[in-house]
């Protein structure tokens, strides 16, 4: 499962990335493939930790794009933090399913039974089938809302990325906090925040809801802002 949600990464990156670059080319394949290959390739390296291909991967695809976009980093930024910001609100809604689905089953399992360690082992291991589908299908609806949000690509400056990344931010760092909250060690044993919290099965994926409503309402009204400059201009050229 680790192998392939290291390619669905990949895959919905470049699905992103069509859409605001939606000019096909070689190069792109190129810079696709070695994506991939860079990030299997620090998966199998011994030792390596996983967090490490977050930032060299954000260092190639910037790389690229200051080569192929003739040194205009804003929207490659964007598209990269808009990425980060996707996968870690999929990552929140899909832990919440498989927080829920794993204890359903494990309550089904009956503990007297010889093979209840069998049991619980498969349950496990469909709990992280689970979520990696939860995962891909939460991660498919929010880039095909954005396809249909984005109705064409535009320029982008430092500040309209600075507008439209507040979002991203916060979705970042609810990820992070609930990462660092979720199980913590203490002296009388482990606190698990969705044991100890019941409800927060069903209030972590909501507040992911509401921060990506968020940041597709800011691209939505900034879109709708641009086209109203262009109409403005085209007004006032027409009036000269």
């Given at each position: 499962?680790?192998?392939?949600?290291?390619?669905?990464?990949?895959?919905?990156?470049?699905?992103?990335?069509?859409?605001?670059?939606?000019?096909?080319?070689?190069?792109?394949?190129?810079?696709?493939?070695?994506?991939?290959?860079?990030?299997?390739?620090?998966?199998?390296?011994?030792?390596?930790?996983?967090?490490?291909?977050?930032?060299?991967?954000?260092?190639?695809?910037?790389?690229?794009?200051?080569?192929?976009?003739?040194?205009?980093?804003?929207?490659?930024?964007?598209?990269?933090?808009l990425f980060y910001n996707f996968h870690a609100?999929?990552?929140?809604?899909?832990?919440?399913?498989?927080?829920?689905?794993?204890?359903?089953?494990?309550?089904?399992?009956?503990?007297?039974?010889?093979?209840?360690?069998?049991?619980?082992?498969e349950s496990t291991a469909w709990g992280q089938?689970?979520?990696?589908?939860s995962y891909g299908f939460v991660f498919l609806?929010?880039?095909?809302?954005?396809?249909?949000?984005?109705?064409?690509?535009?320029?982008?400056?430092?500040?309209?990325?600075?507008?439209?990344?507040?979002?991203?931010?916060?979705?970042?760092?609810?990820?992070?906090?609930?990462?660092?909250?979720?199980?913590?060690?203490?002296?009388?044993?482990?606190?698990?925040?969705?044991?100890?919290?019941?409800?927060?099965?069903?209030?972590?994926?909501?507040?992911?809801?509401?921060?990506?409503?968020?940041?597709?309402?800011?691209?939505?009204?900034?879109?709708?802002?641009?086209?109203?400059?262009?109409?403005?201009?085209?007004?006032?050229?027409?009036?000269?």
């Open positions: 499962t680790a192998i392939c949600h290291v390619i669905l990464q990949v895959l919905f990156f470049a699905m992103i990335w069509e859409i605001f670059y939606p000019e096909r080319e070689r190069k792109r394949l190129a810079g696709l493939g070695g994506l991939l290959g860079m990030n299997l390739l620090m998966y199998f390296w011994p030792g390596m930790d996983s967090w490490y291909r977050y930032p060299l991967s954000a260092a190639l695809i910037l790389g690229y794009a200051w080569i192929c976009c003739q040194r205009h980093l804003e929207k490659a930024l964007f598209v990269l933090l609100l999929s990552f929140l809604i899909a832990n919440s399913i498989h927080q829920w689905g794993t204890e359903w089953m494990l309550q089904r399992l009956d503990p007297g039974s010889e093979v209840y360690l069998l049991q619980i082992y089938k689970l979520m990696l589908a609806v929010m880039v095909f809302i954005l396809g249909k949000i984005v109705k064409r690509p535009w320029d982008m400056s430092w500040q309209d990325v600075v507008f439209l990344s507040f979002p991203n931010a916060a979705g970042g760092m609810l990820a992070r906090m609930m990462l660092d909250i979720s199980m913590v060690k203490m002296e009388q044993g482990m606190f698990l925040l969705f044991d100890e919290k019941r409800d927060m099965v069903w209030k972590v994926p909501l507040v992911a809801i509401f921060l990506y409503m968020g940041e597709m309402s800011a691209i939505y009204i900034f879109q709708q802002y641009e086209k109203l400059q262009q109409e403005r201009q085209k007004h006032f050229v027409e009036e000269q």
